[in-house]
């Protein structure tokens, strides 16, 4: 499975943008959001179950961000309200298992990773 994502960029705080995440076949898969910032670990974001079957989100993004599978081979994150602690390079990652953000080592695959910078 390979995953490609699109979608970073630069934005003003309170701007919006869209990540997106394809491959083949993403349906049958979990599909989470990660994101690192310079210095920090990495941390879970979102993540949305095979066949849309539920979400989970990072506290610090509910209401903000929303996960979805746009087709049966793209997943999307729309981030609203964007804050400058949002910046970060943010990767999408997949898996054959359950649904988390706890735990990026569950995740089998990976993306190449996209720059989100939120600033003024």
């Known amino acids: 499975l390979q995953l490609v994502e699109s979608g970073g960029g630069l934005v003003q705080p309170g701007g919006s943008l869209r990540l997106s995440c394809t491959a083949s076949g993403l349906d049958y898969y979990a599909v989470a959001w990660f994101r690192q910032a310079p210095g920090k670990e990495r941390e879970g974001v979102s993540c949305?179950?095979?066949?849309?079957?539920?979400t989970y989100y990072l506290d610090s993004v509910k209401g903000r961000f929303t996960t979805s599978r746009d087709t049966a081979n793209t997943v999307s994150l729309q981030m609203n309200s964007l804050k400058p602690e949002d910046t970060a390079v943010y990767y999408c990652a997949a898996t054959s298992g359950l649904c988390h953000i706890r735990d990026s080592s569950d995740y089998d695959y990976w993306g190449q990773g996209t720059q989100v910078t939120v600033s003024s």
């Open positions: 949305i179950s095979s066949m849309n079957s539920g």
